[in-house]
């Protein structure tokens, strides 16, 4: 119980002020008529008075009629569903069950199917019970009801999906539900093979206090899975023949001895290579193909495993885009200094890159892939066309080391002069974040940049806009970059000819030189597959888009001023199209699970809500769940009771009071001696 203004509660001091009155008061002697007491002996009286209570009944009479008015006007509140009412509300069970990819293992769903109907089915007469499915987004199938065939017949349908594992948006709508329904006792149950991926995210989530939450796991006791996690795919040349080369990488997680299976490679929908291969115990195996001829355009490729218990991963697809050159538009240097940059950026294919040179003011345009500019400042009128996408690359050399201060507010950096390591036998790249994705090539190879040596270069500090990538042992930036808009802009105080260093002459110069354009002009940011959950920007090319799922049903998504967007529920190609379904797709999607769900580890039950939350207005689950007007007013109406007997005693006191029910305070008289005059 609580109170709504519980500073009347102060007025209870005011109970003093009756015994106090009480106290005070004294009888006066009623005078009594008598002759003359002349004949009557004079003796000495010694008294003694002390002050009592005279009227203990009238008393408390008053005193609870006070206390009553006190509690009227602070306005008490019953919360506990005892008190208000005789509250009898049933028990409320929320059922989460899990629908993820990895529910698909062998057995799986089907024990997930009967523990939930045995809940139901035990679940009592007025009991309410409702149903949630889950993956990486959540699904009320059936809201509370005391309707046992309506609960079950919410699991009809269910069936796992190609989707992650998120237990947090479950939670989420189960605590929703709770609220907008009252409830006598309330449990939650999760039934899951409860992947420890599916955790993520639980941390923060605050759940009814008083709930209880229990998980049923129903995952295998033993398990194992392989799964093809990812592909390498790049086109070679071989003569005038383009060719595809193929490189398939197995994850095998559990299992104790090597295991055979074999690898077959789609393109287009044809099978073009299959290959067997030994799975050794849980780590990674890689197969690789022959290279094979590669279609024209864009190629869907897709690499099946042959199946095991979990057959759902066993299929990874990726989309290679077209093998469209990048044009390089170079501004500045000439000759010797960009003579090993020009050669490393001729070779190579799929994509290959086009260097063109331009003098004076450059106007880049939509077809402009990358603006490289040696040792010179760019032009301020490029600003627009990176903010919509463009790529641009600044060499700092020894013409624009001669300045001090800014260079251009297009640039993160500001010039503080040349830095001179010839007596020092060069300085060397440091804090390489290999993890960027200019550094894609060196990931497996950290230490390569770690051998170029460094003699002359100019001496930078990056400002609050920019992100260092790498930095010299000295700690001055050598890559910078800066994102403006879609776009990003590079600058390199890391020397690019052999003027400064001996970098052009070590082998990591061709990766990193090429890497830096299909960084600046976007390419590398076209992954080869997205994953299911996520959302698909259709591109602006598409007018009208008509999108085919890979279970052929098609999707026209609304467009705004945004653009177009899909969601991508399902694993496999999607298909653009302009208008309608027909001849070559105008963009191609592949689609996978998260790999995660290929990891099947579960987590002890005891350590399902690490991390939730129960809070003090989460309590209105277990009694303060949104509630009638009626319902309110009934929990806030006892002052009305409390005001009307107040009101009762007082009329009580006032009888009492005016009859003169009162008693009399004694006398103490103290034995005296009686002496004669």
Request: net charge neutral; charged share 20%.
């Given at each position: 119980m609580g109170f709504l203004v519980p500073a009347f509660l102060a007025g209870l001091a005011a109970l003093a002020i009756p015994l106090l009155l009480h106290l005070r008061h004294r009888d006066r002697d009623k005078p009594q008529p008598f002759p003359s007491l002349m004949f009557l002996e004079q003796l000495t009286i010694r008294t003694e008075q002390r002050q009592r209570v005279s009227d203990w009944p009238l008393l408390l009479l008053r005193l609870l009629a006070l206390a009553l008015l006190v509690l009227a006007f602070s306005r008490p509140l019953f919360r506990s569903r005892g008190v208000a009412a005789g509250d009898s509300r049933s028990k409320a069970v929320v059922l989460l069950i899990d629908r993820s990819?990895?529910?698909?293992?062998?057995?799986?769903?089907?024990?997930?199917?009967?523990?939930?109907r045995a809940i139901i089915g035990r679940s009592g007469n007025g009991d309410r019970v409702a149903v949630v499915a889950y993956?990486?987004?959540?699904?009320?199938?059936?809201?509370?009801?005391?309707?046992?065939?309506?609960?079950?017949?919410?699991?009809?349908?269910?069936?796992?999906?190609?989707?992650?594992?998120?237990?947090?948006?479950?939670?989420?709508?189960?605590?929703?539900?709770?609220?907008?329904?009252?409830?006598?006792?309330?449990?939650?149950?999760?039934?899951?093979?409860?992947q420890r991926a599916?955790?993520?995210?639980?941390?923060?989530?605050?759940?009814?206090?008083?709930?209880?939450?229990?998980?049923?796991?129903?995952?295998?006791?033993?398990?194992?899975?392989?799964?093809?996690?990812?592909?390498?795919?790049?086109?070679?040349?071989?003569?005038?023949?383009?060719?595809?080369?193929?490189?398939?990488?197995?994850?095998?997680?559990?299992?104790?001895?090597?295991?055979q299976r074999s690898?077959?490679?789609?393109?287009?929908?044809?099978?073009?290579?299959?290959?067997?291969?030994?799975?050794?115990?849980?780590?990674?195996?890689?197969v690789t193909f022959d290279p094979v001829p590669a279609p024209e355009g864009a190629v869907a490729v897709q690499l099946a495993l042959s199946p095991d218990a979990l057959a759902a991963d066993d299929t990874l697809v990726a989309v290679v885009p077209r093998d469209n050159d990048v044009p390089v538009t170079l501004i500045g240097g000439g000759g010797t200094p960009t003579l090993f940059l020009e050669r490393a950026l001729?070779?190579?294919?799929?994509?290959?890159?086009?260097?063109?040179?331009?003098?004076?003011?450059?106007?880049?345009?939509?077809?402009?892939?990358?603006?490289?500019?040696?040792?010179?400042?760019?032009?301020?009128?490029?600003?627009?066309?990176?903010?919509?996408?463009?790529?641009?690359?600044?060499?700092?050399?020894?013409?624009?080391?001669?300045?001090r201060g800014s260079l251009s507010p297009l640039l993160p950096v500001t010039v503080a002069g040349a830095a001179d390591r010839l007596s020092d036998r060069g300085g060397t790249l440091r804090d390489v974040r290999t993890e960027h994705p200019l550094f894609a090539p060196f990931r497996e190879v950290p230490d390569a940049l770690g051998a170029v040596r460094l003699f002359r270069y100019t001496r930078l500090d990056a400002t609050t806009e920019g992100d260092v990538l790498a930095r010299f042992d000295d700690g001055l930036p050598a890559v910078?970059?800066?994102?403006?808009?879609?776009?990003?802009?590079?600058?390199?105080?890391?020397?690019?000819?052999?003027?400064?260093?001996?970098?052009?002459?070590?082998?990591?110069?061709?990766?990193?030189?090429?890497?830096?354009?299909?960084?600046?002009?976007?390419?590398?940011?076209?992954?080869?597959?997205?994953?299911?959950?996520?959302?698909?920007?259709?591109?602006?090319?598409?007018?009208?888009?008509?999108v085919e799922a890979p279970d052929g049903s098609l999707i026209r998504p609304m467009v705004d001023s945004?653009?177009?967007?899909?969601?991508?529920?399902?694993?496999?190609?999607?298909?653009?199209?302009?208008?309608?379904?027909?001849?070559?797709?105008?963009?191609?999607?592949?689609?996978?699970?998260?790999?995660?769900?290929?990891?099947?580890?579960?987590?002890?039950?005891?350590?399902?809500?690490?991390?939730?939350?129960?809070?003090?207005d989460s309590a209105r689950a277990t009694g303060d769940a949104p509630l009638s007007d009626e319902d309110l007013e009934r929990r806030q109406s006892p002052w009305r009771l409390l005001l009307v007997v107040a009101l009762v005693l007082l009329a009580a006191e006032t009888l009492v009071a005016t009859r003169g029910r009162r008693g009399t305070a004694r006398r103490v008289v103290s034995p005296s001696r009686t002496t004669t005059p």
């Open positions: 990819l990895s529910m698909g293992y062998e057995g799986t769903w089907a024990r997930a199917l009967d523990s939930a993956d990486d987004v959540a699904e009320t199938r059936q809201r509370l009801t005391t309707d046992k065939a309506a609960a079950s017949g919410a699991l009809a349908g269910l069936s796992p999906q190609p989707r992650g594992t998120r237990l947090a948006p479950a939670l989420r709508v189960a605590r929703q539900l709770l609220l907008d329904a009252p409830f006598a006792a309330a449990e939650i149950v999760v039934i899951s093979d409860l599916g955790a993520v995210g639980v941390a923060g989530v605050e759940l009814p206090a008083g709930v209880a939450v229990r998980g049923l796991a129903v995952g295998p006791e033993q398990w194992e899975n392989s799964t093809v996690h990812a592909v390498d795919v790049r086109r070679v040349l071989s003569g005038e023949r383009t060719l595809l080369a193929v490189k398939a990488r197995i994850q095998r997680h559990g299992g104790t001895a090597p295991q690898v077959r490679l789609v393109l287009n929908g044809r099978e073009a290579a299959s290959q067997a291969v030994t799975l050794s115990n849980s780590g990674e195996s890689v001729s070779i190579g294919r799929a994509p290959s890159i086009r260097v063109e040179r331009e003098s004076g003011r450059v106007r880049p345009s939509a077809r402009t892939g990358v603006l490289l500019y040696w040792d010179v400042v760019p032009n301020e009128n490029i600003a627009s066309w990176l903010e919509a996408g463009g790529g641009a690359v600044v060499v700092v050399g020894p013409q624009l080391g001669a300045r910078v970059e800066r994102r403006i808009g879609d776009g990003r802009v590079l600058v390199l105080a890391l020397p690019l000819d052999n003027s400064g260093g001996d970098f052009p002459l070590q082998p990591a110069f061709l990766p990193f030189v090429r890497q830096l354009v299909m960084h600046a002009s976007g390419r590398d940011a076209m992954p080869l597959w997205r994953t299911t959950g996520e959302r698909w920007a259709v591109p602006g090319t598409l007018t009208t888009p008509v945004l653009g177009a967007a899909v969601l991508l529920t399902d694993a496999g190609v999607y298909r653009g199209y302009s208008e309608r379904v027909g001849g070559e797709a105008g963009a191609l999607l592949a689609v996978n699970v998260p790999t995660s769900e290929s990891v099947l580890t579960p987590m002890d039950t005891t350590e399902l809500l690490l991390g939730v939350r129960t809070g003090m």
